[in-house]
């Protein structure tokens, strides 16, 4: 196979690969991670990960503060202990809530990736 | 979020072409940096973007990692067993055309692989659940065919003597605790410097290279290739353990006899069939079998059949993309190697492995190295199959199967 040819067929795989690609991305909706999902989506489950700028531990209750570009809160239920520390960096699948007018995750899942 | 998605295959090609040059910068380290700091990067773009940025580098990896494979006979795990053909071709003033073998395989296997994405997303769970338990015997078997292959009782004698001292140094190596990046050193040793330092004794004088095109494979020969590509790769992505160069030493004993020009062809199409294999496995199995898509995996979780297609059109994006950008390169390289002196090249080479094995892996990763250097020296010296020399990563792979 000759160069020339070569290249001819890597142009056409791209032009393929990108009117695919403008078809594919007008179906999907984006999960954005930002932070201002969360007014959007009060009640429905999310998952997010990011690193643990503040923890706080509570009476079976743990707060934690997910660093993002505006800082998201976590609330984790639980009655064990949690092993969590500050600059961990985590996995959270829970849902999200409204608490006096600000919006939290509940957390019913945190996997710790390093 | 479509402009978001081309800037990151764009950029993420260019970071390809940097990760496939530079011998030991691996496009996994360069994905875990980017885990690292994705809360920061999340709230300037969307995951999508990230991830295609990861997805375009691994693929464009894939192409370009040959350059420096067959240029600088620095190889990685995924080269390794290219590195020799590839190296035969140069000292025949071919590099060139060793590249375009490769490219012309990771080209056409990708797209090969896109196109039968439909009837593997069916069959990938089938053969994983079936096949899943029987890898280390596969492997052993593998490894016994190897050295049975070998002409006569001497050289069958000298392979499995290869097998068993290349085996005991991948079962140390990997068990290193706290050793960074345990494979740079072993296969730069058994595969890299070794061939350099051969090259250096029997002073050899790399002829002028020239941007020829005088290598013809037939269409018999092609197709072989890249269906033995398709296949070898995507044992990769199914069977946990089983890495590029063990898939190149199985698929060259499945298809047989076949000349340097098309095993260049199958081996750069295993590399990049792998990495969209990995793709289709992480949406059929939910397992991910390749550093950076693993990276994707923990940034998308589970990907639907939409992400899947939107992934599927970025690696080809970024095939097409890297197949010009290889072949650009290493019209420059052949420009460059015409000017440089190869015993001294071999010699910087050397020197910049050495370099790198004491950066990522200190002391003990250069005493790795001199051994695999030892070790890889013994093939040529005996007359034997280099691929004997794999048995660092089979025969450990065996024992955690088995044992």
New interface residues.
């Given amino acids: 196979m000759k160069e020339t040819i070569l290249l001819k067929i890597a142009l056409i795989c791209s032009l393929v690969g990108l009117v695919a690609l403008f078809f594919i991305s007008q179906r999907i909706e984006l999960k954005d991670y930002k932070p201002d999902f969360l007014n959007k989506n009060i009640g429905e489950s999310v998952n997010l990960s990011g690193k643990i700028s503040k923890i706080t531990a509570g009476n079976n209750v743990v707060f934690i503060e997910l660093s993002q570009q505006v800082p998201v809160s976590v609330v984790v239920f639980t009655d064990k202990n949690v092993n969590l520390n500050e600059n961990d960096f985590v996995e959270i699948s829970g849902k999200i809530q409204s608490y006096n007018g600000k919006e939290e995750i509940i957390a019913d899942k945190i996997k710790v990736v390093s | ?2 402009v978001e ?2 800037v990151a295959i764009i950029l993420g090609c260019l970071m390809g072409v940097i990760t496939g040059l530079t011998p030991g910068l691996h496009i996994n380290l360069v994905s875990l940096i980017l ?2 700091i ?2 920061v990067l ?3 773009t ?3 973007a990230v991830a295609s940025f990861i997805i375009s580098m691994s693929i464009t990896h894939t192409f370009t990692d040959f350059i420096s494979a067959t240029y600088l006979g620095a190889p990685s795990d995924d080269t390794a067993m290219a590195v020799m053909p590839a190296h035969r071709l140069l000292l025949q003033g071919m590099g060139h055309e060793a590249i ?1 073998l490769a ?2 395989g990771s ?2 296997c ?2 090969a692989t896109v196109a039968m994405s439909p009837i593997l997303i069916f069959i990938v769970p089938i053969i994983f659940n079936s096949l899943k338990n029987y890898v280390g015997w596969l492997l052993l078997a593998l490894v016994i065919f190897m050295i049975l292959r070998e002409q006569n009782l001497d050289k069958k004698f000298w392979a499995f003597g290869i097998v068993i001292l290349s085996g005991i140094l991948g079962i140390i190596v990997l068990s290193m605790p706290n050793l960074k990046d345990p494979l740079l050193p072993m296969l730069s040793g058994l595969f890299g410097v070794s061939v350099l330092l051969l090259s250096l004794a029997q002073k050899v004088k790399l002829p002028p290279q020239k941007v020829t ?1 005088h290598v013809k ?1 037939g269409m018999k020969d ?1 197709i072989k290739s890249i269906g033995s590509g398709v296949f070898s790769g995507s044992l990769v992505s199914i069977f946990p353990g089983l890495g590029p160069a063990q898939a190149a030493v199985l698929a060259s004993q499945i298809v047989g006899e076949i000349n340097t020009f098309s095993y260049l062809i199958m081996v750069g199409g295993i590399n990049t069939v792998s990495m969209i294999l990995s793709l289709i496995t992480l949406f059929t199995i939910e397992k991910a079998r390749n550093g950076s898509i693993i990276v994707v995996q ?2 998308l ?1 589970n990907i639907d059949m ?2 899947l ?2 992934f ?10 890297a ?2 950008l290889t ?1 650009y390169i290493s019209r420059i390289f052949s420009k460059i190697m015409n000017k440089v002196n190869y015993s001294l090249l071999s010699i910087v080479i050397i020197i910049f492995v050495c370099f790198m094995v004491f950066y990522f892996s200190g002391f003990i990763g250069l005493l790795i190295l001199a051994v695999a250097t030892a070790i890889g020296l013994l093939p040529n010296i005996v007359n034997v199959s280099r691929s004997n020399s794999m048995a660092c990563l089979l025969v450990p792979i065996i024992l955690m199967s088995l044992l």
């Fill in positions: 979020m479509l998605i081309v885990l690292s994705s809360p999340l709230g300037y969307n995951v999508l375009r490219t012309i080209l056409l990708l797209i095109e494979v092609k923990q940034l979780k939409n992400t297609i939107l599927l059109s970025v690696a080809l994006i970024a095939g097409g993309i197949t010009f072949m």
